[in-house]
């Protein structure tokens, strides 16, 4: 088994929110060559790894959240990584006139947009009972709101009259009703219906629209807020198909996958990348409580 499981070629990643150190190229380097796409969530995890491996392959990104400190600071070392050029943008996804401003600054100092990663994200471990009207709210406009809005303000102003191509960041939460994750479950499960109706109406313009939905993935917010540390600890990831959790890397390989022309017939479609944990991993309500109720659960 140990032998099996070394025959796993893995890309190289870090787990804290820096650039690689060394990258092996699995596609052309100028996959992407001075195509421009808007990263959503790009200052941090799984997005900092996508706008990171997009630049590798010849691409200009622009980086979107809320916190400017923070996205700037990664752009320097996006930059510094690739010799591409990132811009960093304050937006918050639940205010459509903040992403407008964002969207006119893309085309003002990149001239097009030909890539829209919708990342952007919030989770955390509670119970559907205690859990606040406000948040269950708060979760599906970061979500699912945050998806259409920016959907939408992209496709008015560039992708409709060129053509584009947008990925989603899903999650496998809903096919199984994961505990304690009703919020972020539903949101993820609208987002994937969403992927389909757009891609049904926007294909007649050029415009494709695919989701990954990760799994576990480490070096990640994500990672620590929904218990990876604790399946860590305990083993738990034995039960996964491919015994372990997934890198930043891997889901940045799948992103740029449906991102770009290797895909070019793929539209409305989700791609699972999660080592196929849906299928076997325990929906286990007791030990996410215990997870739920320690100190570290409540951010
Ligand atoms: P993360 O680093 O916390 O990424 C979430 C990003 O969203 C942050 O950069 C955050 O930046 C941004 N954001 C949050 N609220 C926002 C808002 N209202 N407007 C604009 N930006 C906002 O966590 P991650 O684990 O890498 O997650 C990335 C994506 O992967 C998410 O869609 C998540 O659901 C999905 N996913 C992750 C895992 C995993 O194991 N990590 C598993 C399944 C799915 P600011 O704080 O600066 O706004
Ligand atoms: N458990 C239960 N409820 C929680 C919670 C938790 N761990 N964290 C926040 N909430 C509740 C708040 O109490 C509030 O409800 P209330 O007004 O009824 O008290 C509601 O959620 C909104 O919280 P607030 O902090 O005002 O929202 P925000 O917009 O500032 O932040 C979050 C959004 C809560 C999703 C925040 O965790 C976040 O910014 N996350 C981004 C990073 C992330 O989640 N990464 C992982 C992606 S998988």
């Known amino acids: 088994m140990a032998e099996a499981k070394a025959k796993q070629e893995l890309p190289e990643d870090v787990g804290s ?11 052309s380097p100028d996959l992407l060559k001075d195509q421009v796409a808007f990263i959503t969530g790009g200052g941090s995890g799984i997005g900092l790894r996508i706008a990171e491996v997009f630049m590798r392959h010849g691409c200009d990104t622009v980086i979107a959240s809320r916190n400017l400190d ?12 690739s010799g591409r050029r990132c811009l960093p943008v304050c937006i918050d996804v639940r205010q459509p006139e903040s992403i407008v401003a964002a969207v006119d600054e893309t085309i003002k ?13 919030g989770n955390f471990i509670c119970p559907a009972s205690a859990l606040s009207f406000n948040a269950f709210r708060t979760v599906m406009e970061i979500d699912t709101m945050g998806t259409f809005n920016t959907s939408k303000v992209v496709y008015e102003k560039w992708f409709k009259d060129h053509g584009g191509n947008i990925v989603n960041i899903s999650a496998t939460l809903a096919y199984r009703g994961q505990a304690l994750q009703v919020h972020a479950g539903s949101a993820k499960a609208a987002n994937d219906a969403m992927t389909k109706h757009l891609a049904v109406e926007w294909g007649p313009n050029g415009v494709r629209v695919n989701a990954v939905a990760p799994g576990p993935i480490s070096g ?22 491919l015994q372990r959790a997934g890198n930043k890397t891997e889901m940045a390989h799948c ?9 070019s017939y793929m539209t409305g479609a989700i791609m699972v990348a999660d080592g196929g944990a849906w299928l076997t991993s325990a929906n286990d309500v007791s030990m996410l409580l215990g997870i739920a109720s320690s100190k570290s659960a409540r951010l």
């Open 70 to 81: 923070k996205l700037k600071e990664a752009a320097k070392k996006l930059c510094a990584a």
């Open 255 to 263: 992103t740029l996958f449906l991102a770009s022309r290797a895909s």
């Open 109 to 121: 100092q990149f001239g097009h947009i030909d890539i829209l990663i919708n990342n952007a994200a």
């Open 220 to 241: 990640t917010e994500g990672f620590r807020r929904l218990g990876g540390s604790h399946m860590e600890a305990t083993e738990s990831f034995r039960s996964i198909p």
């Open 17 to 27: 929110d820096d650039c690689l150190t060394s990258y092996t190229y699995i596609y």
